[in-house]
């Protein structure tokens, strides 16, 4: 018999970055709300200590914060005439397993999308014309525009404690920050991180060759800090333990430094951990949802009412749990038919790995977000005509701390990778090695998408996502033009040695180097036809249910997503109180 | 597994286990935890004699073959002086060893190379089955265990395994064996001192790592200089 709990206001899926700064706001409100978790409680102060926190092998070689593969991992394949497989270790789909989910664990790169990024159909047609679009890809607008999302990201900026410099602020182009930005209605709450020998090396030679080099915004506290919610933030330390670390130092900006300890104080806020949801439910006249149903530490059943339900989990997951609970037409790549799985992407990425001489780069010293970036051939901001593509690549540097497990293998082309000689190539390439990331947009595309794999199971006897995807032709014009771009930059930041690297020269496979920017499956859009959600992330199907994260982006940008996804939080909150309460229903008529 | 199981299962691990702990399952009105109180797991803690997984023999071949992989010279001592076996026997007795991460329900298929490791074997029981074989193929060739090779035929060997040219018999991948040793082995070198490898933190010395040092404010603004950082460990941290 299942177990109940009393029903609840709102029930969060995931206790992220969404699900936390949307519970922020509705609890603020007065609303009831209970989030469900799967991973343990993760506490910043006694979780990530500098005696346990500086650790290569446990957290970045093993992995030891993020959701093991053993309880839930995904199936792959390239093309629809392949056998998916289960990915059964480590790869790129790097899924947050705790209070704070992947907030807790990321690099902490805070950027904002562009314009072009939320209205890539229509201003691709308005300059270029349709012919632009490479055959098979999927181009359309979110539903939202910058100019919507401007005063949520200066809120996320807010709370989160971003360290940077503005390039666009109230009309103004602002010298040393990034030009094509989009308009700024404020500076970030913090001035830029310092800079490093490599992100200086890397801004010279970008302006030799005329181009815009700014430091990237950065989820880690330039300076000590209190957020609009009254959360202190301490002064980043440089220590470089950022991606696949805690921070013990209050400086990373993460839902448990930032969001959590706030929230936690309100008498009308309940987290349940290891929970794990298995199903959203639906009401019978299929117009609504009720709840949702998990399963406790203990292995028992509970159900959750709500009125209403945020779905929160990781972009993956969220694909997963409406297909599981059977809310949204699957997407079909036979009839192109369907949405949910539909329309998603992952990223391009390429770059330029490099070899100094004689250089002290040491790059133990930095931060997750530590960069110097140009957005010169990012996005709409250089002309494609006759170029065969569209998008491009934000191409950076990054003093994100040093490796010894993993940069092992960093060694120029014919190094031999064991005995004497490798220890004299690798004792110089630590301090002379590196790279320039060229971190591209993606565009999804019509023989691609998600769904629930036929075979492989979780440990609870769930279907398994199973993803079908490779890069396209855009996404390989793109990544080689972005290439020849780093190359350039890095012969002119003086390297002895600049060998071009593009990982979209072969299939696409979770354990290549790339980004772990897996984007798309439920979008937002204007049409229920080719999107899962309306422009308030809120489900065409059931207008209860809310779907927050980079699940909702139709297509990736050359930036990192996190931004984006706590603007689009802050978004749906806002509609939710304002709307939504007042008027239950749906909140655009089609 | 239900997931349940799965997370008593690390549980009852012990000590080593690196994956979180489970705690409070409900929580509201403020957060659970106390000032000055340490909630992570403790790592395990180097312990005096005895191995933990491997045994003796296989022990000694897995340190003949740090021997190679990280030859002594002026740079650093060797992977086998460093503790490399050491840290594989202890790795091999926890969650790596036991494959208490990964994936491994369903059918096991060989898929492309995309797809990735598809392997039924923990990296214990690989280890296991590898070294044997290994140890069979050279018996087979020299009429000699692995470990009493001559350094030269040692490297003979290894090159050949790297390449994919060494018979390990049916039951063993060579170059994906190999590529197993080789990553414990450098994981041994160059991780902290506190897993039973990198003696004296002698690989982070030969680099210039500082290792487990959490504040570089002070040495912001000398770029691009040598910076001669005495590298701390998790050890010393502890004290």
Redesign the interface.
Known sequence: MKNVRPKADVVIVGLGWCGSLIAEELTRAGLNVVAVER?????T??????????????WD?????LL????E?TT???NIT??????????LNEMG???GGSGTHWAGMAWRFTPFDLQPYTQTVARYGKEQIVKGLILQDWGVTYDELEPFYDRFEKIAGVSGKAGKLNGQVVEDGNPFEGNRSSEYPLPPL?G??LT?LFRDAAKSLGQHPFMVPAGQASKAYVNPLGVRMG?C?????CLYYGC??FSKSSPNACV??AL??R?N????????VTRINKAEDGKTVTGVTY?????QEWEQPAGIVVLSAFQMQNVRMLLLSKIGKPYDPVSKTGVVGRAYSFQTVSGATLFFED????Q??GAGALSQQVDDWNGDNFDHTGKGFIGGAGILVVARG?R??GN?DALPPNTP????DW??A??HA??NGTFIFGQGTSYSHEDYYLDLDP??????GNPLLRVTYDYNENDRRSAKFVEDRSVEIGKAMGAKLVLGTNATTT??????FASDHTIGGAVMGEDPKTSVLNRYQQSWDAHNLFVLGASSFPNNAGYNPTGTIGALSLWTAKAILEQYLKNPGPLVKV | ???????SSIAVLGVST??????????????????G????RP?AQPRQGGLQYLTQHEFDTVGAIAE????A?E??VSGKEAGCATFVDRQLAG??GKA????????F?K?????????AQTPAERYRVGLAALDASTQKQFSKNFAELSGDQQ?QV?HAM?AGKFDLGPNVETKVFFELL?QNV??GF???P??GGNKDMA??K????????????D??P??????NIIPTS?ID??L
């Open positions: 991973g343990p409680w993760f506490e102060a006694t979780d990530f200590p500098p005696s346990i926190d500086t650790d290569e092998l446990r070689t093993r992995r030891s914060m093991p593969p053993a309880v991992t792959f394949r390239n392949q056998k998916a497989l289960p990915s059964r270790d480590w790869n397993y705790n209070v310092e490093m020998r200086d002064p330390t440089y220590c470089g333990y013990g130092n959590i300890p936690m104080q008498e806020f309940t987290v349940l951990t290891e929970s794990a399963i406790d530490r203990n292995g250089e002290y780069l040491n133990f010293i040093a010894p497990i092992a990778r064991w005995g004497k220890k004299k690798y004792t630590f301090q075979e492989y199971k979780d440990s609870n299939s696409y496979s979770p354990y290549s | 597994m239900k997931r349940r199981e799965f997370l690196t994956i979180p702990l489970a705690k409070a399952q409900e929580v509201k009105g403020g957060q659970p935890w106390e000032p109180k340490v909630d992570t790592l190679r992989f990280i030859p010279d740079l650093s969650d790596f208490s991460s990964t994936y491994r329900l369903g059918r298929v898929g492309t190379a995309e797809q990735g490791p598809q392997e490297d290894l790297e080789l450098r994981e160059l991780s902290d506190i897993y690989s982070w030969m680099i210039g790592f500082p290792g487990a040092r959490y504040d570089f404010r040495l912001i000398k770029k691009g200089q040598k910076l998790l941290n502890s």
